[in-house]
Nanobody, 129 residues
């Protein structure tokens, strides 16, 4: 089992920045080799992947909407993944969720929510124009 707790959401004006953090806890061995991702869901819309990182090696994968503006990183010593969001736009407004999957052996990285087994409670990000 993996538990995830997000923090760092809030309200910001367009063009501003926010940094989200996700702390993972649980079965120690699994924390060393899993994909941790950030997803978001706006009212009336489907949940979509934003960025993901493979904890072993640090490989990353971004949605087109996030490339050049968002950066996902990890702090291995603290089992924490961050999402630095710059140049925020009103369309980035959503509930942001941290998620993780340990079923990654032989599989490429993905932003498909169905591939992720563990989810945090979410943190709200609101960008005003």
């Amino acid at each position: 089992q993996v538990q995830l707790v997000e923090s760092g959401g809030g309200s910001v004006q367009a063009g501003g920045s926010l940094r989200l953090s996700c702390v993972a806890s649980g079965y120690t061995a699994s924390l060393l080799y899993m994909d941790m991702g950030w997803f978001r869901q706006a009212p009336g819309k489907e949940r979509e992947g934003v960025a993901t990182i493979r904890t072993a090696g640090g490989s990353t994968h971004y949605a087109n909407s996030a490339k050049g503006r968002f950066t996902i990183s990890q702090d291995n010593g603290k089992n924490t993944v961050h999402l630095q969001m710059d140049s925020l736009k009103p369309e980035d407004t959503a509930m942001y969720y941290c998620a993780a999957t340990i079923d990654i052996k032989g599989k490429s990285m993905t932003l498909s929510p169905s591939r992720y087994n563990y989810w945090g409670q979410g943190t709200q990000v609101t960008v005003s124009s």
